[in-house]
């Protein structure tokens, strides 16, 4: 297992609501990386965080935001959820300038209905 | 939309036999990565190639790279029924740092 966690693990919210998923970098990693896995699909890049940035971001709209404490842990915020958005959520650390191997966490379930 | 693809989507094997799984990508690369993944759980790490390496190994893993055909291949050996999970191909481009790029997977089944 890595040393990377997230919370809560299941999730029910419904449509309109806002979520907040949390994530625990593993050890002397500086880099923390958000994923959207739909069922049956392979995960999907949201955003990075670096030194408490957004360091790039995927095809995901503004209601995805994001937040990188000074400890590296790691914050993704949903607004105005939709049924779509009901996934497993996986955050990934890694170290900058390492040739980008990530250690995933087990996930958030998130389903909104 | 995801930039790779991966084949077979599903493959089903006995004990003992090998299992090769294939993935192929559309952009320029600096490596690719394969990652296991438990009934929708988090995701292993496995094995990273850099793109300026054409074979790779790891235990019972070996990962070839084919960078003019754009493609790679997982190949598992002397499979186990432990090995059931689905694989993923990740890959990273430019000066992505960890922005991986990955396909929509093979679930492999592995029948004692």
């Known amino acids: 297992e890595t040393g990377v966690t997230q919370s809560p693990t299941h999730l029910i919210k419904t449509r309109g609501q806002q979520v907040t998923l949390r994530c625990s970098s593993q050890s002397g990693h500086n880099t923390v990386s958000w994923y959207q896995q739909a069922l049956g699909q392979g995960p999907q890049f949201i955003f990075q965080?670096?030194?408490?940035?957004?360091?790039g971001r995927g095809n995901f709209p503004p209601r995805f935001s994001g937040l990188q404490f000074p400890n590296y842990s790691s914050e993704l915020n949903v607004n105005a959820l939709e049924l779509d958005d009901s996934a497993l959520y996986l955050c990934?650390?890694?170290?900058?300038?390492?040739?980008?191997?990530?250690?995933f966490g087990p996930g958030t379930r998130l389903t909104v209905t | 939309s995801q930039q790779g693809e991966e084949d077979p989507q599903a493959l089903s094997i006995q004990e003992g036999e090998n299992a090769t799984m294939n993935c192929s990508y559309k952009?320029?690369?600096?490596?690719l990565q394969w990652y296991r993944q438990n009934s929708g759980r988090g995701l292993v790490h496995l094995i990273l190639?850099?793109?300026?390496?054409r074979e790779k190994h790891s235990g019972r893993l070996r990962v070839t790279l084919d960078t003019s055909k754009k493609s790679s291949s997982l190949l598992i050996t002397a499979s186990r029924a432990a090995d059931t999970a689905s694989y993923f191909c990740a890959f990273a481009g430019g000066t992505s740092y960890g922005k991986l790029t990955f396909g929509q997977g093979t679930i492999l089944t592995v029948h004692p």
């Open positions: 965080y670096y030194r408490e940035e957004e360091n």
């Open positions: 952009t320029s690369i600096n490596n």
């Open positions: 990934a650390s890694s170290r900058r300038g390492s040739l980008d191997e990530q250690y």
């Open positions: 190639i850099r793109s300026n390496e």
